[in-house]
């Protein structure tokens, strides 16, 4: 069983920043998803263990995830933040390799909520 916790969201006027933490009892490639209300949930970033990072074309530039194995810990630093990036997030992570999509994902978290007003 592999559990997820992911903290750091609420709520912030745009143009401002908050970051989003995930621990993690094990070592795979983790992922960020979001889900706005009536909309799918989309990709965000994702990370390798050994650190490769890729992220959606919406936050490149705006968003950055990070990891620290010792810590267990997965990171999402969101900057430059718009009212359309509102949503809850959740941390996921697989066994093998970096994917972007939900369904490669075989763990997830219960989603923090992030929203920004203009």
């Known amino acids: 069983q592999v559990q997820l916790v992911e903290s750091g969201g609420g709520s912030v006027q745009a143009g401002g920043s908050l970051r989003l933490s995930c621990v993690a009892s094990?070592?795979?490639?983790m992922g960020w998803f979001r889900q706005a209300p009536g909309k799918e949930r989309d990709f965000v970033c994702a990370?390798?263990?050994?650190?490769?990072?890729d992220c959606a074309d919406s936050v490149k530039g705006r968003f950055t995830i990070s990891r620290d194995n010792a810590k267990k810990t997965v990171y999402l630093q969101m900057n430059s933040l718009k009212p359309e990036d509102t949503a809850v997030y959740y941390c996921?992570?697989?066994?093998?390799?970096?994917?972007?999509?939900?369904?490669?994902?075989?763990?997830w978290g219960q989603g923090t909520r992030v929203t920004v007003s203009s």
């Open positions: 996921a992570a697989r066994s093998l390799g970096l994917r972007v999509g939900v369904g490669d994902y075989e763990y």
């Open positions: 094990g070592r795979y490639a």
């Open positions: 990370i390798s263990v050994s650190g490769s990072t």
